[in-house]
């Protein structure tokens, strides 16, 4: 079984609908990312998450709000979506203990369309 | 502005040669740096990693090499397989904050 789990894999929405995307991971770490890819500009950074009361906003977060439910839980939310809200988003996970290789372990990915 | 940049969007490779793909930074504050592969409809996988402590590290057929005067840093895949098509994303993180900051990604072929 996958370490990281997202669902969905796959969503198509409209302009102005309310989408929540979820990660559940296995590994037991504390730490946990949203990231979202757009050809051309890899992978930015839109929340992240050191702990269960502790949330911070990344680079793009704009426009996304996240609720961390429990260690294992990491939701992002797209409030009001808009079309450039188009992309594949990505939840990670790392273990402060392992803080020397800072390597984060991804999930499969959530593909969104937004109309 | 892109601090971790790869600056070849794509790369084409003939099987059994070596594959070398760049990245520059900008910031001189990060201090480790990793690279991550990725298949289509799956999640970047990490692949390698070095410390600005190092200026090479190797693992099997993948090496990388630092170059912290010219803040770039390489990859370098010995021989090249077809297995090895997929995307590369360089990373890097600064001070232990393990918050990544990405490449755009270098789709690398390996042909036959």
């Known amino acids: 079984d996958a370490d990281v789990t997202q669902t969905p894999r796959n969503r198509i929405t409209k302009t102005g609908k309310r989408i929540m995307l979820e990660c559940s991971q296995t590994?037991?770490?504390?730490?946990m990312y949203w990231y979202r890819q757009d050809p051309g500009l890899g992978l930015r950074l839109i929340y992240y998450?050191?702990?269960?009361?502790?949330?911070n906003k990344g680079e793009i977060s704009d426009g996304y709000s996240v609720s961390r439910q429990a260690q294992a839980k990491f939701s992002l939310s797209l409030e009001s979506a808009i079309p450039n809200q188009t992309a594949l988003y990505f939840c990670a996970t790392s273990d402060p203990g392992q803080r020397l290789t800072d390597t984060q372990y991804f999930g499969p990915g959530t593909r969104l369309t937004v109309l | 502005d892109q601090q971790v940049k790869q600056n070849s969007p794509s790369l084409s490779v003939q099987e059994g040669r070596i594959s070398i793909l760049n990245c520059d930074y900008t910031n001189s504050m990060f201090d480790y740096f990793l690279w991550y592969k990725k298949y289509p409809a799956e999640g970047p996988t990490f692949l390698i990693s070095i410390s600005s402590i190092k200026d090479k590290n190797e693992d099997g057929r993948f090496t990388v090499f630092l170059n912290k005067s010219a803040k770039h840093l390489s990859l370098h895949i010995v021989p090249s397989q077809p297995g090895d098509s997929a995307v590369y994303f360089c990373?890097?993180?600064?001070?232990?904050?393990?918050?990544?900051?990405f490449g755009q990604g270098t789709r690398l072929t390996i042909n036959p």
């Open positions: 590994k037991g770490h504390d730490r």
């Open positions: 990373a890097a993180s600064a001070g232990g904050a393990q918050k990544l900051v």
């Open positions: 998450s050191f702990d269960v009361k502790d949330i």
